[in-house]
């Protein structure tokens, strides 16, 4: 089992929209896949797959030498449990950060009972609180981690710090989705949406060494999404994970001072 986290510190830049699309796009590759809502506080992957309400748990007595394990629901040939099954989907959840990181590690260790797995992908909460930090320390043999941003420059900002989190961490990283990275109107013309200038995501990968899984666009166009995500897909069966070595903002600290000096030198 590939077990990958799909992640950010930033919020709204469609982690779980992501999540959903990968799993749907690995199993038309022929992988048995499973979902795992891991996001406490706001959990959205029964929406993501067109459920009215989170299926009710379902317990195995016998599984796990007699311990018992979840069983995971099947939504469209795809293994899925989501911690909104636990308390429903509308109440606020007032779990402190100690009942978070325990419910995470009972999840990610052995409650759940996965059918034969070729892939996990766990959609996660956007922070670099305790609750994350413990859940990477939960996970074992973690695969790699996706992350997910946009080409605006707030979401550039905190692709930086959760580099600089992912670093410090030692996590491996598989590379980088950009989402909602232009728009496509219904008559095929391309535009930039927002009113942030574009930041070239890109270049950003390329020179931090991480790759650059595929752009998403923002389209009613349901084919060329589902193309997207077959294309990301594709290529994250056959990428290697990278580890982070360097300090990522004492380099960027030492390229600014770089470009500073440049530009004295121009002046004079």
Known sequence: MRKIVVASIKGGVGKTTVSFNLARSLKRLGFSVGYLDAD???????????LEKPPDWELDAAADGGRGAIVPYNVDGIQFITLASHFGQAPAVLWNEERKIDAARQLLQGVVA??????????TPPSS????????DYITDLHGV???????????????RTLDFLKFKTVPILGLVSNMSYCRS???ESFWPFLSPKVD????????????????PLTPDKKMVE?????IASR?????????????????IREGKKNLLKAAVRRL
């Open 40 to 50: 406490i506080t706001a959990p959205t992957g029964s929406e993501a797959f067109g």
């Open 114 to 123: 996965w059918d034969n797995l070729d892939w996990l992908i766990l959609d």
């Open 129 to 136: 609180s305790g609750e994350m930090q413990a859940l990477y």
């Open 146 to 160: 996706v992350l997910v941003f946009q080409p605006t420059d707030m979401a550039a900002a905190d692709l930086l």
């Open 186 to 188: 219904p008559l095929g």
């Open 201 to 216: 995501l890109a270049a950003i990968c390329e020179k931090f060494g991480i790759p650059l899984l595929g752009e998403i």
């Open 227 to 231: 193309q997207a995500f077959n294309q």
């Open 236 to 252: 994250l069966d056959g990428t290697k994970p990278v580890i982070l070595k360097e300090d990522i903002f004492k380099r960027l």
